[in-house]
């Protein structure tokens, strides 16, 4: 089962999305968590803190949970 991670934009770049899920801390720690941890989006691995994510797109990051992007109800 996904933990939902609801978003009220079109779509919401890769290193907000960590924030908002709660995994890292701040913006400043999303680079050295992509370069320690493997993440991926929709099952391709993803390392770009740029990428955007839209509304059905799967996060899974192993040691941490999966996440699915929904919209704000």
């Given at each position: 089962?996904?933990e939902r991670i609801?978003?009220?934009?079109?779509?919401?770049?890769?290193?907000?999305?960590?924030?908002?899920?709660?995994?890292?801390?701040?913006?400043?720690?999303?680079k050295v968590f992509?370069?320690?941890?493997?993440?991926?989006?929709?099952?391709?691995?993803?390392?770009?803190?740029?990428?955007?994510?839209?509304?059905?797109?799967?996060?899974?990051?192993?040691?941490?949970?999966?996440?699915?992007?929904?919209?704000?109800?």
């Open positions: 089962m996904s609801e978003i009220s934009t079109e779509f919401i770049p890769l290193g907000q999305f960590l924030k908002l899920s709660n995994v890292v801390e701040s913006g400043g720690m999303v992509l370069a320690e941890f493997e993440v991926y989006v929709n099952g391709e691995p993803e390392q770009r803190r740029g990428k955007k994510l839209y509304l059905g797109d799967v996060v899974d990051i192993p040691e941490f949970g999966v996440y699915e992007v929904v919209r704000e109800e």
